[in-house]
């Protein structure tokens, strides 16, 4: 299934006042970056991925909706997927997207 169009329409206005915002083809979804560093995707799955603080990520993986990113078998610290239905409120994306937003604003710009 291709990434929800919808969905990374409302990324997309939430990420409007952001520098540095590019948008890039990844994995099947779409992929927003923030001064070169991965923050949040439209998944191929229909939801979200989204980029936290490593150390953050058990932490919310546990509070509830989102769950530990995994490739190829492996767990990805610091990446969560969220299913669609647990981010249909403006409210909820903005929240996730506010967590990745908080790390990769730690991180150094990329070129």
Do not use: C
């Amino acid at each position: 299934m291709p990434y929800d169009a919808v969905l990374a329409d409302r990324i997309r206005e939430l990420l409007l006042e952001e520098d540095e915002v590019t948008v890039q083809p990844m994995f099947g979804g779409l992929a927003f970056l923030v001064a070169g560093n991965m923050a949040v995707a439209a998944d191929s799955r229909g939801g979200l991925m989204v980029r936290v603080a490593p150390q953050r990520g058990n932490e919310l993986a546990a509070a509830g909706t989102a769950e530990q990113m995994e490739m190829h078998g492996r767990p990805m610290k610091g990446w969560l997927r969220l299913n669609a239905d647990d981010v249909a409120t403006e409210r909820e994306l903005s929240r996730w997207v506010g967590y990745a937003l908080d790390f990769v604003h730690t991180l150094p710009a990329k070129q």
